[in-house]
């Protein structure tokens, strides 16, 4: 997925979208402008708008395409027994990209699917490239043997100190292997699923 000029896209979006987004200088930054226009008039929104922009925020944020978000909108929203979004949710977290970034073992998602699509991980035992590769309960995802002396797996302990795991994973950085243990909780308040279920509703 290419993607434009990131500050541009966080000054419109908001800075949570990409991580390069969330230093203190740039949210300093935008806190002034952000003073500066509230003496002017304020452009209102309308409500398609304010929904477009949420589900360009979820886009950007997940790194997919227009049309994958599409097919994981359809799928939510044809679930039985289940509320579209926090299907939604789910669909997006359960990816195998999104899962190594919770894990904290990239910095980034854009990081976290090149090394997916390289092969550095394991499903079960089985290597995969495949970044939007869904996760379930009971899976095991693991660093590949031969990728674990790689770079980008070395001071795995350090890194993580004080990184927080979220409830629906476990991980052990001494084998480099994670579980699912369950399904994510929606809790992101940055992003809003229900706006973006509004707009292909229409």
Known sequence: MIIGAKYKICRRLGNGVFDKCQTQKFMLSEAKKTKFASKGRR????????????????????????????????????????????????????????????LGLASTRRLARQMASHGHFTINGKKTNVPSYRLKAGDKVAVREGSKSSVLFQEVNKKLENFRTPAWLTFSAD??????????KKDDAFLDFNAVLEFYSR
């Open 175 to 184: 084998k480099l292997e994670a579980e699912v243990k369950g399904k994510p």
């Open 43 to 102: 452009k209102q929104v309308s409500e398609f708008g304010q929904q477009l922009n949420e589900k360009q925020k979820i886009r950007f944020s997940y790194g997919i395409t227009e049309k994958q978000l599409s097919n994981y909108v359809e799928e939510a929203t044809s679930s039985k027994g289940s509320v579209a979004s926090e299907k939604l949710f789910e669909l997006l977290e359960t990816r195998v990209d999104n899962t190594i970034y919770r």
